[in-house]
């Protein structure tokens, strides 16, 4: 868990042996990119391309604006 025990906080080693921390910024990152991946799968599709398909779905990741690492607003693009 992070500092003061309000989330749960990933790392690993990569290939070079680097260590990698993967944070609640990043974790949510990777959630988007997996439930865009699990709604292509399943013959949908979250593209602005696609917005008047009959299969689009809209998906959208909210993260809070007080971020450690002041990233602040940025869109996220799944896939």
């Known amino acids: 868990m992070d500092g003061d025990a309000d989330r749960v906080v990933y790392h690993y080693f990569d290939d070079e042996g680097n260590w990698r921390l993967l944070d609640g910024d990043a974790i949510a ?28 779905v809209n ?3 909210v993260q809070t604006a007080y971020v450690r690492l002041h990233r602040g607003v940025v869109p996220v693009a799944c896939g």
């Open 29 to 56: 990152c990777l959630c988007g990119v997996f439930f865009a991946d699990q709604l292509a799968a399943a013959g949908l599709s979250v593209s602005p391309d696609d917005r008047d398909a009959d299969n689009f």
């Open 59 to 61: 998906l959208g990741l």
